[in-house]
C-alpha cells in the first residue's frame, strides 16, 4: 500500500521543517561540545556551585505566557548544562551511579527519538522482545535455571524491591489481590539494618507497616548475621505474626557488603521464607568470574533486583527485577484493561507484557542497556567489573598507607571505599574527649570545599554511631591508577587545618 505522500517530515505543532531542522542540529552539536566532551573531561570542573537562591536569579526558570525564541531556547540549553552537575565527569564518585558510557548514550537518545511505551507489542514491537532476550540473559547469569523465571525493567531499585514484596505477599496468600489486607495476619519481614531503606519505604507503601520490618544486625563487616535472623523469625513466630520473606543485600548502599546469601537461603528454607536479594548496586560482580562469589547462592533466591544504571554504568535508569518463578508478576499485578489488553488481537498476544507492571505507560530503559552490551559483549562487562575491583582494592591499599586516612572499613567487599580524612591537627588526638565531635565536623567541611571548588565529589555519611566518614564510589572504568592518586592528593589539599 502506497504510503501518503508528504512533502515535508513534520513535527510537533511546528511547520517550518527548516528552521526546526537546524534548532535540533544545533542543540545536539552543544550537548556533544559542552554536556559529553566536556562534561567528562578532567581539565573542567565537575560542577560550578551556586546556593539556591543564587541559582534561581542566575537561571531563566520562570514560565510565560509567550513562547521562547530559538535564540533564548538554545541560551537555556547552554545554561542547563552550565549549572548542572556532570555525572559523567572522572571525578563526579559520589553515588552509586556514574560515568558516561558513548553506546548506552546512543540508546538513551535513540529511545527517546523513537518515544515508544513498552506495553504491548503493538506499539513496541523492538523493545518488547529485547526486554524478553535481557531479561533471560540476566536470569541466565543470575543462575535461574535454563535462563527461566520472569523480570522486568522498572523505575528504580526501590520500587524492584516494592515488586519482591508484593510477590512474596501474594504468594504467601493470593487472596491479597482481591481482599487486600484483611484477613490476613501481621505479616513481618526481615531484613539487615544496613538495607536500603526502600525496604522499609515499600512495606510502608504497601500497607505492612515499616514496624513490620524486622532489622537483623550485621558483622563487622555489615553483613547481615545469620544466628540473629533466625533470632528474629523466632520472635516474630513466638508473637503470633507471620514471618513470609527475607530481603537480604548484595552490595549495601554505604559499605558495599554482600549478606551470606547461600545461608540466608538454608534458613528461608527451613521456614517457608521467600527469599528476595536486592542486588541494585553489586549485581553487576555477577559478570566476573573473579567477583561472582561474592554473591554465591543468589541463584536460590526467589527474586532479585539488579541496577545495570549503578555497577554496569547503564544511563539512568535501567533497573531490573527478576523472578525464578513463571507466572507470579503477572498474576498479582494484572488488570486485564480491556481498551489496552485486547485477547482477540491478531498477533501472540503474550508478548503483550504490560499488564505485569503496576505502571501503565513505560519508558524502555532496555535498548541502552542492550546496545551497550552488544557493542561490548558480556566479556567487555567482565573486563569493566574487574577494573573498577581493581580500582577501588588499589584506592584502599594506598589510603592505608598514607598518613591521615585511616579506614571506616577495613577491607571493602564492593568498590565502596569508606574513610576518614584526618587533618593535621587531629591526628594523634584520638584520646580527646571531643575527638568524635571534631572528627564528625571534618567530612562536611571538606566537602563544602569540593563543591564550591567543583574539583570532585564524594559523598558522606554517619553510620552505626560511627562519625561522618566518606564513602567513595568506583565504577568508572574510565578511571585507572594515577586518577586514584590524584584523588587520594585531592583529600590532602582540601583537608588543610
Ligand atoms: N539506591 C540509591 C543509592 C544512592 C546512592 O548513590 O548512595
Redesign the pocket.
Known amino acids: 500500500t502506497p504510503l501518503k505522500p508528504k512533502k515535508k517530515a513534520t513535527y510537533q505543532s511546528i511547520p517550518d521543517k527548516h528552521h526546526h531542522e537546524e534548532f535540533l542540529r544545533n542543540c545536539v552539536e552543544i550537548l556533544l561540545k559542552e554536556a559529553v566532551f566536556q562534561g567528562t573531561s578532567r581539565n573542567k570542573r565537575v560542577l560550578e556551585w551556586h546556593s539556591p537562591d543564587e541559582l534561581l536569579r542566575l537561571f531563566d526558570f520562570k514560565l510565560n505566557r509567550n513562547g521562547a525564541t530559538h535564540e533564548e531556547l538554545t541560551q537555556l540549553v547552554k545554561d542547563t548544562i552550565r549549572y548542572s552537575v556532570k555525572t559523567g565527569h572522572p571525578y563526579f564518585v ?4 556514574s560515568s558516561l558510557d558513548p553506546y548506552g548514550l546512543i540508546g538513551q537518545w535513540l529511545t527517546d527519538a523513537l518515544n515508544p511505551s513498552v506495553y504491548t507489542y503493538e506499539v513496541s514491537p523492538v523493545f518488547t522482545l529485547m526486554e524478553e532476550i535481557v531479561l533471560r540473559e540476566m536470569r541466565q547469569i543470575v543462575g535461574f535455571e535454563g535462563g527461566r523465571g520472569d523480570g522486568i525493567f522498572c523505575p ?3 520500587l524492584a524491591n516494592g515488586y519482591a514484596i508484593s510477590c512474596a505477599r501474594y504468594k504467601f496468600n493470593p487472596e491479597i489481590k482481591s481482599v487486600g489486607l484483611h484477613g490476613l495476619p501481621r505479616l513481618v519481614l526481615f531484613t539487615s539494618e544496613d538495607a ?1 531503606y ?1 525496604v522499609k519505604k515499600m512495606a510502608s507503601f504497601l500497607g505492612i507497616g515499616s514496624n513490620n520490618v524486622y532489622l537483623v544486625r550485621t558483622d563487622k563487616l555489615g553483613r547481615m548475621s545469620v544466628p540473629h535472623l533466625v533470632e528474629e523469625i523466632e520472635r516474630a513466630l513466638s508473637e503470633g505474626a507471620a514471618p513470609f520473606m527475607v530481603s537480604a543485600t548484595a552490595g549495601t ?2 559499605l558495599g557488603a554482600f549478606d551470606p546469601v547461600k545461608e540466608l537461603a538454608d534458613v528461608c528454607e527451613r521456614y517457608g521464607l521467600w527469599l528476595h536479594v536486592d542486588a ?2 553489586g549485581g553487576g560482580a555477577l559478570m566476573s568470574k573473579r567477583y561472582r562469589y561474592l554473591l554465591d547462592g543468589i541463584s536460590r533466591a526467589d527474586s532479585v533486583t539488579w ?1 545495570p544504571h ?1 555497577l554496569l554504568t547503564a544511563p539512568q535508569q535501567c533497573s531490573t527485577f527478576l523472578l525464578r518463578h513463571e507466572g507470579i508478576l503477572s498474576e498479582v499485578h494484572s488488570a486485564n484493561a480491556a481498551y489496552l489488553f485486547q485477547k482477540d488481537k491478531f498477533y501472540d498476544t503474550r508478548f503483550d507484557t504490560g499488564d505485569k507492571h503496576i505502571q501503565c505507560g513505560r519508558r524502555a530503559d532496555v535498548l541502552k542497556f542492550w546496545f551497550m552490551w552488544k557493542a561490548k559483549g558480556t566479556q567487555g562487562f567482565e573486563q569493566h567489573i574487574d577494573k573498577v575491583f581493581d580500582n577501588a582494592r588499589y584506592f584502599a591499599n594506598t589510603i592505608k598507607q598514607r598518613p591521615g586516612f585511616r579506614m571506616a572499613l577495613e577491607e571493602p567487599e564492593c568498590t565502596n571505599v569508606c574513610f576518614w580524612y584526618i587533618p593535621p591537627s587531629l591526628r594523634n588526638a584520638d584520646s580527646l574527649p571531643d575527638f568524635h565531635e571534631r572528627l564528625h565536623r571534618v567530612a562536611p567541611k571538606i566537602k563544602e570545599r569540593m563543591m564550591k571548588e567543583g574539583c570532585m565529589m564524594v ?1 558522606y555519611q554517619a553510620q552505626k554511631g560511627l562519625p561522618n566518614f566518606f ?1 567513595i ?1 568506583f565504577q568508572s572504568s574510565g578511571l585507572d591508577r594515577s586518577d586514584m592518586v590524584h584523588l587520594i592528593e585531592e583529600f590532602e589539599r582540601l583537608g588543610h587545618d
Open positions: 559520589n553515588q552509586l551511579f528504580g531499585g526501590s536500603h526502600s548502599t554505604v541494585a548496586w541496577n549503578k559523598t564513602r564510589v
